[in-house]
């Protein structure tokens, strides 16, 4: 059983028990999260479409640990002009372990 679900404007395939970062959420480390935007789910070969979302899915997952992303940094420069930017930028991201899937 797995699902495909939304948030932060990306799109994930989740079991239970899978762990990923997802962009920042308001709740706090050690609470319980659900996702209402399932998009798709797949029960023993049985897909259920959503338009734009599946009535009644979601998704139950447990906020691990709030983290920062790796620091990406944006150069720009202009040649014999003297221009030149350095931008760095560090996304902040949640860890949160997939319990369950209810249909």
Do not use: C, W
Not at 62 to 70: L, Q
């Amino acid at each position: 059983m797995y699902a495909l679900i939304e948030t932060g404007s990306k799109q994930f395939r989740v079991t239970p028990g899978d762990t990923l970062q997802i962009e920042r959420v308001k709740t706090e480390a050690g609470q319980t999260i659900t996702f209402d935007r399932v998009l798709m789910v797949v029960n023993d070969g049985k897909y259920s479409y959503g338009a734009p979302t599946v009535a009644k899915a979601a998704v139950v997952a447990d906020v691990v640990k709030h983290i920062r992303g790796e620091k990406t940094v944006a150069f720009k420069m202009k040649r014999r002009k003297g221009y030149h930017r350095k931008v760095g930028h560090r996304q902040e991201l949640s860890v949160v372990k997939i319990k369950e899937i209810n249909i």
